[in-house]
DNA sequence: GATGAATGAGGCTTCATTCAT
DNA sequence: TATGAATGAAGCCTCATTCAT
């Protein structure tokens, strides 16, 4: 009982990676369901067999990509170091999510063109979620006196949506490496929140 | 003879303008053909009397909406103020776009999966012009001695990527104003270029 | 009166000779109103105060073509040379119409997939009346002896088949010129018939 | 896996040898799919599971058919006769392709109105293939001989074009039978290549 | 569990035809 | 006479979805 559960969730995080990859190539639209399978060697119809529905896993992909970049935040937040130090970490984080996976976020951007009304609602909750963490850093940095922001929301937008626009224009083998791009997106974006 | 093709252009505005607003609340995807119409009150195949097909009318609507904003930005450029008044009208200007006609800038976003690759070209062209006269300010303003940053490029990434964002969240009727947040951008994004 | 009139006719002449152009370099599917139009610097809307339909466009131009090879058939015959001499000559006109003019013969190959019932009769008696002349040649050349074929409703069908045959792989500017494949043909063909 | 692919085939054939038929009685342009797939009691979209497209379901259609075509061909000439009595039998076999299966013969007369460049290539190189096996025994016939020609290649398309045109006029229940037909031409045609 | 096959709704596009001006 | 504009039927094609095996 337990050993089948186990293999059907392992299956389908397998098709979830598969389709996040390809929906971000093409996006949600372009990707059938037809190529999805074809990546993981089958057939369209037994994707059926894991997902009720192409919406269905379109959700699924959303909420595992932001659920473990939720997690990395936490993680980030709990251990002890100042507030930019924080801060910085996640930007770096997020940067490098935009970067490497960009497949991933992508699907984050535009959900209501993607999504029915049933969906809606936890997906943006689970974007809350994840913005909720950064809320929270600037806040304690306002309040320990790091940052003297007054709008940490805005802040947290200005931060969060520069940031997702990286995807639009960076291209690997440019000039400037991810490093290069984490470092000067905290050193500028600090400049916001101080 | 005049007179016919001046009405023909005013028509093509008339489509382009419910084009751009039926796309952008439905996606590039999403609005067909046939809604396009009907909300002119005209039939499906009328459109094609006027556009080559749906590429074609979805791309002269980047280009109109695009080309104005432009001509706008060249006129705040043009005037005899700082670096940094310009700058900030500029942003106030594009937060306005955002927001207002937020239809209309919504299909910059990822053109690379709504236009085929002939008509690529001239897009991105249009929207690196459009960035330009944002680098121009930066520049200038770095040159004259009003901004410190070094990267003035991934400046006006930060900027734009910002901005555009708004869209993703603001919601009119809310507690903050159009002016208020022309305000808080303008004061918290110079902080990233000074 | 009579000047309108014979305006009209002139230029229904004048866009029958631009369709049957346009007809046989595309097929009679392939050649849109709009295209036969253009050809004659006008607008498809004017076709129609000429023709009734589409159809009947075509139908005229069918009859003007075919009409035309019948007289200059009739010409032939009415000379004072043996029938061999006459079946030469036909052989001949008919190759060059074929080449020369292969657009105007084109459309006599399949009536029955361009023309509706309506049309069909008098599309077949113009096609009969041509190949009554070539009948007529070749049994007068029976009756007195030059000729030894005892089919010869089938022996013409074998001429004009073989010659129609040839725009399939004519091509101009190739090793043989006009003059030689008359020759030539002229030559085989009447191996047929005596 | 053997089982499915052979089942796959068969279904493809039993497609093209209906399509073949419609085709043929309409034109290429007036089958439609939906009628294509109503004859067979399918779908229009089931038809997408076999063929890529309308194009790909004509070319394949033709390629089945001259290819049978060939064998046959090839199968008179490795015959221990003389050239005369293998022209024969092509010849017989030519026209009764031509007439009981009229509909498969049809679609080779003008490919280019068809066909797109892609396909165009290897559709002339087939008919080029079956035009071969005529000029082998052609040839063969003069070097030891039995015929006189000076133009072999003219002399098959004089043959090939006149049984091509039997279709314009033939009707069964007349009162030719296929058999009189098939002895009559080839002792006409005969007579061009002697 | 998986798949091959079928379906049908829906989108894009073409084009003959109409008609007011 | 001519045209600009509109129409609508019809065709091609895609793809999410279903289902018997």
Same mark, same amino acid.
């Not at 037809?34 to 009720?52: H, P, Q, R, V």
């Given at each position: 009982?337990?050993?089948?559960?186990?293999?059907?969730?392992?299956?389908?995080?397998?098709?979830?990676?598969?389709?996040?990859?390809?929906?971000?190539?093409?996006?949600?639209?372009?990707?059938?369901?037809?190529?999805?399978?074809?990546?993981?060697?089958?057939?369209?119809?037994?994707?059926?067999?894991?997902?009720?529905?192409?919406?269905?896993?379109?959700?699924?992909?959303?909420?595992?990509?932001?659920?473990?970049?939720?997690?990395?935040?936490?993680?980030?937040?709990? $251990?002890?170091?100042?507030? +930019?130090? @924080?801060?910085?970490? &996640? !930007?770096?984080?997020?940067?490098?999510?935009? #970067?490497?996976?960009?497949?991933?976020?992508?699907?984050?951007?535009?959900?209501?063109?993607?999504?029915?009304?049933?969906?809606?609602?936890?997906?943006?909750?689970?974007?809350?979620?994840?913005?909720?963490?950064?809320?929270?850093?600037?806040?304690?940095?306002?309040?320990?006196? $790091?940052?003297?922001?007054? +709008?940490? @929301?805005?802040?947290? &937008? !200005?931060?969060?949506?520069?940031?997702?626009? #990286?995807?639009?224009?960076?291209?690997?083998?440019?000039?400037?490496?991810?490093?290069?791009?984490?470092?000067?997106?905290?050193?500028?974006?600090?400049?916001?929140?101080?």
């Amino acid at each position: 009982m337990k050993l089948s559960e186990i293999k059907l969730q392992k299956k389908k995080q397998e098709i979830i990676l598969s389709a996040v990859k390809l929906v971000n190539k093409k996006g949600s639209h372009g990707a059938t369901m037809e190529e999805i399978a074809a990546e993981l060697l089958m057939t369209k119809g037994s994707l059926y067999y894991y997902f009720k529905n192409k919406e269905d896993l379109l959700f699924q992909c959303h909420e595992m990509v932001l659920g473990q970049a939720i997690s990395e935040l936490q993680h980030y937040v709990n $251990e002890v170091i100042s507030n +930019e130090q @924080k801060l910085r970490k &996640m !930007i770096a984080n997020h940067i490098r999510y935009m #970067i490497e996976e960009k497949e991933t976020f992508n699907m984050i951007i535009k959900p209501d063109q993607t999504f029915s009304k049933d969906y809606l609602q936890p997906i943006l909750r689970k974007r809350n979620e994840y913005a909720a963490w950064f809320d929270k850093v600037i806040k304690k940095g306002v309040e320990e006196g $790091e940052f003297t922001i007054k +709008e940490p @929301k805005i802040a947290r &937008m !200005i931060l969060l949506g520069s940031m997702n626009w #990286i995807q639009q224009w960076y291209k690997l083998n440019g000039d400037k490496t991810i490093e290069d791009l984490q470092a000067i997106y905290a050193d500028y974006l600090l400049k916001v929140v101080k």
